[in-house]
Nanobody, 121 residues
Framework: QVQLVESGGGLVQAGSSLRLSCAASRRTFSRSAMGWFRQAPGKEREFVVAITWNGGRTAYADSVKGRFTISRDNAKITLYLQMNSLKPEDTAVYYC??????????????WGQGTQVTVSS
């Protein structure tokens, strides 16, 4: 069974940095593209970033390009999201996801439980 567990969220000031982590079961992690989505209060869940299973390809939402960086360590079975220059509009619950890389996004078939990121102005 797929297991994805996020960590690293918190409350920070605008301009700060955070790094999210997602621990995955080995079977899922080694063969799956993975990524991050987020959902702000009152809004639909939206795509943030994705990475192929070998890290050879990434795709970013325009809103985070140049500020966020996705990476993965298959040996540690962990996915990361480095978030720099955070803005209040980045405030959301961030979800780790696994699934096929489709176009410039991810089509998740597994989700983590989410971690809250709050950016104060």
């Amino acid at each position: 069974q797929v297991q994805l567990v996020e960590s690293g969220g918190g409350l920070v000031q605008a301009g700060s940095s955070l790094r999210l982590s997602c621990a995955a079961s080995r079977r899922t992690f080694s063969r799956s593209a993975m990524g991050w989505f987020r959902q702000a209060p009152g809004k639909e869940r939206e795509f943030v970033v994705a990475i192929t299973w070998n890290g050879g390809r990434t795709a970013y939402a325009d809103s985070v390009k140049g500020r966020f960086t996705i990476s993965r360590d298959n040996a540690k079975i962990t996915l990361y999201l480095q978030m720099n220059s955070l803005k209040p509009e980045d405030t959301a619950v961030y979800y780790c996801a696994a699934g096929p890389f489709v176009g410039e996004s991810l089509r998740p078939d597994a989700w983590g439980q989410g971690t809250q990121v709050t950016v104060s102005s």
